[in-house]
């Protein structure tokens, strides 16, 4: 382009429509007009941030031709006279600058009203009052750009689908770009621009520039943009640590591998002892298997009374008042992250937004990232399609094996920006002051409290008898195993959803196992071999119970393989293991995840049981004698009613009344969880990492709404 | 009720699917928190191991050294052994002649033989359910804000000499009573807090109080009519009120329906244990029925209650006043669960045309309804604690020396009598006669069963008769008794006997003994192809002849399979 073509066009006002500094340094200049199209003169080697810069000019189109420098400054001098030259001081210090308030109101996007309502909500909680107008909906995130960018006289920038150029993108070290929102963008000789979602304080803007030993100018950006533009420069690299963290903090925690050396040694050769002790003593063998299956049966089943009866009629768990959530400080309140992994669930992501807006929590305050997998574009265009407040946030997770919830989480772990951080999932329900409610726990609990976990039930649990069992079984769980775990001090295995935690110890222990398909057991494990405690708080999320046995046993399937995983990775040194849990700790560990096992010898015990009452064969008889006939009838009679009396007392604890009678029929669901537990056991062998997906939005009553 | 709290507001939320606005009763999910609750334990463990303690060493002096054991006992033990240590083991030796859980709860005490054969495990039995009743009591009397008042009675309870006897002796009543105890009290509990916790415990300490003694059913029964009336009343929701119904009924209707499930599965007959079963206590008169007829049983029940339980005169017009004037449901609920347990054994009596049915120790359940009345009494009349506390320490006093005297004159009973002799004296009973000609003592039994030791060679008998000597053995799998492989394979070995066994050993002046009816004359050595062996004043062991028709030896396991009974309940 030559300084004729451009004199032909050029109108020196036009380029005042860019920040001056941000032209200068760029090399980019707004030279005239041509119908809707914004004519701009550029000698930039940041070509497309120019053209972004130049995009941020609402209401027209932009081209972009290339120019000498010369050119460039000599339209600049013109537009720009040296008496005009900007104070490089912050306008906000400026007596006449307006106000951000008197900016949206002078410019239509919020009413008086709408911007009074945001002030009252200042008062209480200390928010910017951009951020709360952003936040609950009443401006976009780019009309409060516009605004701040005319309010701070800063250029702002569209980085949607910007490609930045890794080598200057990367020229801030990682941890410090996530931490500070700063994505350098563009560079100019010795100046780096960055994309930022709010003005730097000038202490940060100094250590900015003496990390790159130059010149920092500032571009304002939306927060989603810059959390999407990170994505897109470290996306490899935080799927390697979203992987492979744990795998390499501390492989001896991480479920990658099935079974380590020592276990295939092991296990080998208990088959093969037993293998030659059949050959030799055929009943003598059957013997001692039965008699040592029956007494674990029945160990575990005292256990779960034990639990389960100290719970019943305690207040184990942390109880939070509604006078203590009244005495806390909004302004206090700490960020909060809330993770939701969704895969294949767009139908719900409406249903989604609606319950999360219902929490009783600063919406400025709540970074709420919902994780989607990148081949799941329906959910992700779904989300996309309702617009929301910047507090939601999408994340993407590239896609990789092992396409897991876990390393979903851990995904958006990278980019939690809250002192504490829970995973919901897509349907869950929370109470709405749970999350006042576990911050009220966290603060009046001892410091090593890193992690509490909240009730869970279901809310369409009229749905079917599935459903039914499925919300007495957890009455159960959360009701009474659980607090009972919580007072006994020893490792609890954490609910799928609801898990509060302190951020900043859960990434210090290596987050999620991406390789285990119930990560949540396994961190309540590795939280207290770590030496913190869980606790639980009387406080409930409702989620959708399956309702669809095929679906259910999918799911449970993949609970069972996960705790059978679980199990066989911190029992691969079984002294290590009692050494950092303790003797009680232990046995508790083995009795509630190893447990789990016990599902794999009810069919054959029922079997036994059954061909003996209608054959009275002999055979089945001897393999019962003396003692080992006593451990297996108590299992039989009292395990089984324990079990069942405790389903019972666990729906009348939540006061579930209707449900009594149909947790007399537990056992029919007991033969439903062995079904799924075979099924789990052998997936363990042939696909130990696959995720069994489980179908949400099965509750058409409660979709309907 | 008295206490309705208000739930939070979350589970508010949730309740408000299953309760009706309508209704003015709220049974929550437990509000408790933990604190005292560690406390409170330690005061349990305290005042267990205390009275079990005290009964359990009264109990090995009653037993070891004034040798006074009940024969029911002694019976429960045998076949508690014969779980452990038959040949094979057998869960079916327990039988049905007794309530089931009065012998297995003997289970542990004997997993070692010498916890028989030292006879320890009767009073080391007896006195820990007797500590258990102890915890309960203080418990029940901690809510009803007894205060530490509560300690003396308590120490009043336990030195009357009816529940001394129960809880020292190794008699099957005082594990009914531990859990009955357990179970009204919690239903006090729930009546005062809502709580459905107490439906819980209430539940499961009833279910075990019916198979510890059947006349609990009833209290039972009593106790599901309370809970679904008194929801019903305030206006519950039908599904609180079944839901509730079936957490307190669940566990018995398990319990018991898995009695009756054994009850037909083994003896083809499901009432089995209603018909033809014994109480826990066999006392003197019951080999033989005493008529009865409505006279003579409500004179008798008199004479129990008077001197068994006077307390129950003082309460049971106390709650009857109590309900009428302060229309306290509890109290009338409490003076109908008192006048059961007065009229149970009554009833008893007359269906089985028994008088005999009514024993002492039926005394023990009206005993300890009176002491929950006074608890409640004691709740609810705010303004009169300190006389209802008065008149029930009172009441518990002048029971000591009345039951005292119970004990020497009441007609139907085990070893009260020689109990009362002995602690009287400090001599040892052996051989003495208590009431209703009962010969006191295990001497003979111990003689036999020391004649028996070493390696003697296999002894066929009726275990239901000769139980006594095969407890001292502690050995059960040296007899061929009726519970190794029922009661026709047993007669069958009678009858031709297998070619190991050496010897019959006879209950010489027992009239059940179905090896001496078989054999009467070698039972009274007689029979010059018996040689006697051994001789003791109630037993005789004879050498079986060689030209007796034989079968092969076999080993009992090898038996058929039951139907057994291990036959009736022990008579001396």
Same mark, same amino acid.
């Given at each position: 382009?030559s ?17 001056e ?7 980019v200049?707004?030279y ?16 497309e ?8 000019v ?5 081209r ?10 000599a ?8 008496? #005009?030259a900007?104070e ?19 410019l239509?996007?919020?009413? #008086? ?34 605004? %701040?960018?005319? =309010? ?9 689908g ?10 801030l ?16 000789g010795?100046t780096l621009?960055v994309?930022?979602a ?11 520039e003496? !990390? ?12 989603t ?8 420069v470290?996306?490899?690299?935080d799927? =390697? ?29 208990l088959?093969? %002892? ?49 006078e ?7 302004? #206090? ?8 992994p969704?895969?294949k ?7 989604l ?8 929590y ?6 709420i990232?919902?994780?989607?997998e ?11 399609a309702?617009?929301?407040?910047? =507090?939601? !946030? ?27 951080c ?11 002051d749970?999350?006042?409610k576990?911050?009220?726990a ?16 279901y ?11 499925f ?8 009701d ?14 954490l ?15 290596g987050?999620?196992?991406?390789f285990?398909?119930?990560e ?6 590795r ?6 405690s ?11 119970a ?22 066989l990775?911190?029992m ?6 009692l050494s ?5 700790s ?8 190893g ?10 015990f029922w ?23 006593y ?9 089984n ?12 604890q ?16 007991w033969?439903l ?9 052998? !997936?363990?062998v042939t ?13 058409h =009553?409660?979709?309907?709404k | ?8 507001a ?12 309508q209704s003015?009763?709220?049974?929550l999910? @437990?509000r408790h ?20 303690a005290?009964f ?21 033990l ?10 094979p ?5 327990i039988?049905?002649?007794f309530?089931?859980?009065?012998t297995?709860v ?21 006195a ?5 009743t ?7 009397l ?16 336990a ?14 009543d ?20 809502v709580?459905t916790?107490?439906?819980?415990s209430?539940?499961m ?9 059947y006349?609990?059913? @009833?209290?039972?029964? *009593? ?20 839901g ?11 319990i018991?329906?898995?009695?009756? *499930? ?6 083809g ?12 206590t066999?006392?003197?008169a019951?080999?033989g029925?005493i ?15 008077l001197?068994?339980a006077?307390?129950? *005169? ?5 709650l ?5 004037v302060?229309?306290n449901e ?20 007359l269906?089985r045309?028994?008088l ?8 023990? @359940?009206?005993?300890?309804?009176s002491?929950i009345g ?7 009349l705010?303004?009169?604690?300190? *006389?209802?506390?008065a ?6 006093v002048?029971?000591?020396p ?23 004296t ?16 295990v ?7 020391e ?14 008769q ?10 059960? &799998?040296?007899?061929?008794?009726r ?16 070619a190991d ?15 001496? &009816?078989?054999?009467?004359?070698a ?6 192809r018996f040689l ?9 062991l004879?050498?079986v ?14 038996l058929p399979?039951p @139907? ?5 309940p022990?008579?001396?």
């Amino acid at each position: 382009m030559s300084a004729a073509e451009i004199d032909g066009r050029h109108d020196p006002t036009v380029a005042r429509l860019l920040s001056e500094r941000v032209s200068r340094t760029l090399g980019v200049v707004a030279y005239g007009l041509e119908g809707d199209t914004l004519l701009v003169a550029s000698s930039s080697t940041s070509a497309e941030v120019a053209e972004r810069v130049a995009q941020s000019v609402p209401g027209y189109e932009i081209r972009l031709v290339e120019a000498s420098q010369v050119i460039v400054d000599a339209l600049l001098d013109e537009a720009y006279p040296a008496a #005009d030259a900007p104070e490089l001081v912050a306008l906000a210090s400026r007596p006449d600058q307006p106000r951000v308030g008197e900016l949206l109101l002078e410019l239509g996007v919020a009413s #008086d009203e709408e911007i009074q309502g945001a002030l009252a909500e200042q008062q209480r909680t200390g928010d910017r009052l951009g951020d709360i107008l952003v936040h609950s909906g009443v401006i976009t995130e780019a009309e409060m750009l516009a605004v %701040l960018s005319e =309010h701070f006289d800063v250029q702002h920038v569209d980085l949607t689908g910007f490609q930045a150029d890794p080598e200057i993108a990367t020229s801030l070290p990682e941890s410090f770009s996530r931490d500070s929102g700063i994505v350098p963008v563009a560079k100019s000789g010795s100046t780096l621009f960055v994309a930022v979602a709010e003005r730097l304080s000038p202490a940060l803007h100094a250590e900015l520039e003496a !990390q790159t030993g130059g010149q920092v100018r500032e571009l304002l950006a939306t927060r989603t943009a810059i959390t999407e533009l990170m994505q897109r420069v470290h996306g490899e690299r935080d799927m =390697h640590d979203a992987t492979y963290t744990l795998m390499e903090l501390a492989p001896q925690n991480s479920a990658h591998r099935v079974l380590s050396s020592a276990q295939k040694v092991a296990m080998w050769g208990l088959i093969a %002892l037993t293998l030659v002790a059949l050959v030799l003593a055929t009943v003598t063998t059957l013997i001692v298997i039965t008699g040592l299956c029956s007494i674990f049966y029945l160990a575990v089943s005292l256990y779960r009374f034990r639990l389960a009866y100290l719970a019943l009629g305690h207040k184990l768990e942390i109880t939070v008042t509604d006078e203590e959530i009244a005495a806390l400080d909004e302004r #206090d309140l700490p960020v909060y992250t809330l993770l939701l992994p969704l895969y294949k669930e767009a139908s719900i992501v409406g249903r989604l937004a609606a319950g999360l807006d219902a929490l009783d929590y600063p919406k400025t305050k709540l970074d709420i990232k919902l994780l989607c997998e990148e081949d799941d574009t329906e959910t992700i265009d779904a989300i996309r399609a309702l617009q929301l407040p910047p =507090h939601y !946030q999408l994340l993407v997770v590239p896609d990789s094996l092992p396409k897991t919830k876990p390393k979903a989480c851990n995904y958006g772990l990278l980019f939690a920006r809250g002192q504490y951080c829970v995973i919901y999932d897509g349907e869950d329900r929370p109470d709405p002051d749970q999350l006042k409610k576990a911050i009220v726990a966290f603060r009046k609990s001892p410091d090593d409290l890193a992690c509490i976990q909240a009730k869970l039930n279901y809310f369409n649990r009229d749905q079917n008898l599935l459903t039914k069992w499925f919300s007495i079984e957890y009455a159960m769980h959360f009701d009474l195993v659980l607090p009972g775990l919580d007072q006994d001090g020893v490792p609890i295995p954490l609910g799928g959803t609801s898990n509060h935690f302190v951020t900043s110890r859960l990434r210090e222990l290596g987050a999620w196992d991406p390789f285990n398909v119930t990560e949540d057991a396994d961190l309540g494990v590795r939280l207290h071999k770590a030496g913190y405690s869980t606790q639980v708080m009387d406080s409930t999320t409702l989620e959708e119970a399956n309702s669809e046995v095929g679906n259910w046993i999918r799911q449970r399937s993949r609970w069972c393989k996960g705790y059978y995983q679980t199990w066989l990775v911190h029992m691969r040194n079984p002294v290590r293991l009692l050494s950092q849990l303790g003797l009680k700790s232990f046995l508790s560990f083995n009795l509630v995840v190893g447990g789990a096992f016990v599902f794999l010898l009810n069919p054959i015990f029922w079997a036994l049981t059954t061909i003996f009452i209608l054959t009275q064969a002999g055979f089945i008889q001897q393999l019962f004698p003396g003692f080992v006939f006593y451990a297996a009838a108590s299992m039989l009679f009292v395990g089984n009613f324990t079990f069942l009396y405790m389903n019972l007392a666990g729906a009348l604890q939540r006061g579930y009344f209707g449900l009594a009678k149909y947790a007399l029929l537990s056992p029919i669901y007991w033969g439903l969880m062995s079904l799924a537990a075979w099924k789990g056991a052998i !997936q363990l062998v042939t696909k130990p990492f696959y995720w069994e997906k489980t179908v949400h939005g099965l509750d058409h =009553h409660e979709a309907s709404k | 009720m008295t206490a309705v709290a208000t739930p939070p507001a979350a589970e508010a939320q949730q309740r408000a699917h299953d309760t009706p606005a309508q209704s003015d009763l709220v049974q929550l999910p @437990p509000r408790h928190s933990d604190e005292g609750a560690r406390g409170r334990r330690y005061e349990s463990l305290a005042i267990f191991f205390l009275f079990a303690a005290a009964f359990g060493a009264l109990g090995y002096w009653v037993v070891s050294v004034l040798h006074v054991v009940p024969f029911d006992a002694l019976d429960r033990l045998t076949r508690a052994l014969m779980v452990w240590h038959n040949d094979p083991p057998k869960l079916a030796a327990i039988g049905f002649a007794f309530p089931p859980l009065t012998t297995v709860v003997l289970l542990p005490f004997v997993v070692f033989s010498a916890g028989a054969s030292s006879l320890v495990a009767l009073p080391v039995g007896s006195a820990i359910f007797a500590g258990i009743t102890m915890v309960g009591l203080n418990r029940a009397l901690d809510r009803a804000e007894v205060g530490r008042l509560r300690y003396g009675l308590l120490v009043l309870v336990a030195v009357n000499p009816i529940v001394a006897f129960a809880a020292s002796t190794g008699g099957g009543d005082i594990v009914g009573i531990a859990f009955a105890t357990i179970a009204v009290a919690a239903l006090v509990g729930w009546y005062a807090t809502v709580d459905t916790r107490y439906l819980v415990s209430g539940g499961m300490a009833f279910a075990l109080a019916t198979v510890a003694s059947y006349g609990f059913i @009833p209290w039972w029964l *009593l106790g599901a009519a309370l809970v679904g009336v008194t929801l019903s009343r305030h206006r519950a929701s039908d599904d609180e009120i079944e839901g509730s119904l079936i957490l307190f009924l669940a566990p018995g209707v398990f319990i018991l329906g898995v009695w009756i *499930l054994f009850n037909a599965v083994v003896v083809g007959e499901p009432v089995f244990w209603l018909t033809d079963a014994a109480s826990t206590t066999v006392n003197a008169a019951s080999s033989g029925a005493i008529p009865a007829d409505l006279g003579a049983v409500l004179s008798q029940t008199g004479e129990l209650v008077l001197l068994g339980a006077p307390l129950a *005169l003082l309460v049971l017009p106390a709650l009857v006043v109590c309900a009428a004037v302060q229309r306290n449901e509890l109290a009338a609920w409490l003076a109908v669960f008192l006048l059961v347990a007065i009229a149970t054994p009554a009833g008893l009596a007359l269906a089985r045309d028994d008088l005999a049915q009514i024993d002492l120790q039926d005394a023990l @359940p009206i005993f300890v309804i009176s002491l929950i009345g006074v608890m409640w009494l004691h709740q609810s009349l705010l303004q009169a604690r300190a *006389l209802v506390l008065a008149l029930a320490a009172v009441g518990l006093v002048i029971s000591i020396p009345v039951a005292w005297r119970a004990l020497d004159v009441y007609p139907y009973q085990s070893m009260e009598q020689a109990f009362r002799a002995g602690l009287s004296t400090r001599e040892d009973q052996e051989g003495t006669m208590s009431r209703g000609g009962l010969e006191v003592g295990v001497l003979s039994e111990r003689a036999m069963a020391e004649f028996l030791g070493g390696d003697r060679g296999r002894v066929l008998t009726d275990n239901a008769q000769s139980f006594g000597v095969i407890a001292l053995t502690g050995r059960p &799998s040296q007899f061929l008794d009726r519970a190794d492989g029922g009661d026709a394979a047993w007669r069958r070995a009678a009858a031709r006997p297998p070619a190991d066994v050496k010897y019959f050993l006879f209950a010489k002046n027992a009239s059940g003994d179905e090896l001496r &009816s078989m054999y009467p004359l070698a039972a009274r050595g007689e029979d010059p192809r018996f040689l006697t062996v051994y001789d003791t004043p109630r037993y005789r062991l004879v050498a079986v002849p060689t030209d007796l028709g034989r079968v092969d030896a076999v080993r009992a396991g090898d038996l058929p399979t039951p @139907p057994t009974t291990s036959g009736s309940p022990a008579t001396p």
